[in-house]
């Protein structure tokens, strides 16, 4: 059955990084389009990236600062968020677009 497992969320202040991973199986990862999606408290989820195959693209929040990378070997999808904002607090979700399936989320809070 098709799993996806998201890590690597945590707290951090302002400015720091973090890297979350999403591992995939059960499926033939390479031919998917995957995302990355986050909802904040009381807000509508929205989308933080999407892989088109190896093309990326970001949403406007974080283009410059967010960097979304896949490991078809590893079956992986990995996101650095650099320069990270109070505004990026959020539950993030990995996404296979085209089986519209979820991952479980995993927290990020940013703040002093």
């Known amino acids: 059955q098709v799993q996806l497992v998201e890590s690597g969320g945590g707290l951090v202040q302002p400015g720091e990084s973090l890297r979350l991973s999403c591992k995939a199986s059960?499926?033939?990862?390479?031919?998917?389009?995957l995302a990355w999606h986050r909802q904040a408290p009381g807000a509508q989820r929205e989308l933080v990236a999407i892989?088109?195959?190896?093309?990326?693209e970001y949403a406007d929040s974080v283009k410059g600062r967010f960097t979304v990378t896949r490991d078809n070997t590893a079956a992986t999808l990995d996101l650095q968020m650099n320069s990270l904002k109070p505004e990026d607090t959020a539950v993030y979700y990995c996404?296979?677009?085209?089986?519209?399936?979820w991952g479980q989320g995993t927290q990020v809070t940013v703040s002093s």
């Open positions: 996404h296979i677009v085209d089986l519209n399936f």
């Open positions: 892989m088109t195959g190896r093309k990326a």
């Open positions: 059960g499926i033939d990862f390479r031919i998917h389009n």
